[in-house]
């Protein structure tokens, strides 16, 4: 009996994106969606990716929660929780091209500007997190997309890369198991989903391990570059995938 394809691309697409996201603490979702919803279909890729995003969040918690910063991440959480709300009413409104131009205009604006002039304002205490945290609430609610605010705050209040890294995940974490309940409320946990997921689970943590170790050899200052430069691929990403799609 012939072997699907996918049993090997997918686990490859998500090694890869899984890597960035171990590496840097983000950018896995909006690197892997595109690649899988063209191999496996949006139904099967959105619940997938998410799977994979706890088992990332959950991994790197595990092996870095020393260097999480609880004051920033219970703000971002609490102010993700309260826009989740908003996002789920954008989501059932007519406005996702628009969301999306503005999100990919921003992220292109940003990480350009930071990577010209890359001494930007930094934010001396965690009171912002509740403004940041909000805004990838209301992202996450409407389109999956809760990241960007959080990075941008991250990258804004100077954290090491240890701390960048860890951090996120305190904040992805609670945010990405709202967002599997809902899969499974939803009934996408199907059989495929499950077994693409268990195929995919040892290179998933073979990127957590080496990623892990990458971050750890990164100087801060390079550090920052990366991020900036992998926020300007990803608005890059969106942007053309909101336009092919309209």
């Known amino acids: 009996m012939a072997v699907e394809p ?7 697409v998500l090694f890869l994106s899984s890597l960035t996201r171990a590496a840097f603490g983000f950018g ?25 995003a706890g088992v990332l969040a959950a991994s790197i918690l595990i ?7 609880p004051a920033s991440a219970w703000r971002l959480i609490l102010g993700g929780l309260a826009g989740i709300p908003l996002g789920l009413w954008f989501l059932r409104g007519a406005h996702e091209t628009l969301m999306k131009l503005a999100l990919a205009a921003g992220l292109i604006a940003y990480s350009a500007y930071s990577l010209i002039r890359p001494r930007l304002p930094r ?31 991250g990258a804004l209040r100077r954290w090491s890369p240890a701390s960048f890294r860890a951090t996120l995940q305190g904040y992805f974490l609670p945010s990405g ?5 809902g899969h499974g409320a939803a ?7 499950l ?10 943590l073979a990127a ?27 608005g890059g990403l969106l942007l053309a995938q909101t336009l092919l799609s309209g």
């Open 6 to 12: 996918v049993v090997f691309l997918v686990p490859a």
């Open 28 to 52: 896995d979702a909006l690197l892997a969606m595109p690649l899988l919803a063209m191999l496996v279909g949006v139904r099967t890729a959105a619940p997938l990716v998410a799977l994979v």
């Open 63 to 69: 092996s870095s929660w020393r260097h999480v910063r």
């Open 123 to 153: 934010l001396k205490n965690d009171n912002p997190a509740f403004l940041f945290g909000f805004a990838g609430g209301i992202l996450g609610g409407a389109y999956n997309t809760n990241g960007p605010p959080v990075v941008i705050y």
């Open 177 to 181: 198991l709202l967002i599997l309940a």
């Open 187 to 193: 009934g996408l946990w199907t059989t495929r989903v």
């Open 195 to 204: 077994h693409l997921f268990l195929i995919s689970l040892p290179a998933t």
């Open 208 to 234: 957590v391990w080496l990623g892990e170790r990458i971050n750890r050899r990164i100087p801060p200052g390079r550090f920052d570059r990366l991020v900036n430069g992998i926020l300007l691929l990803i």
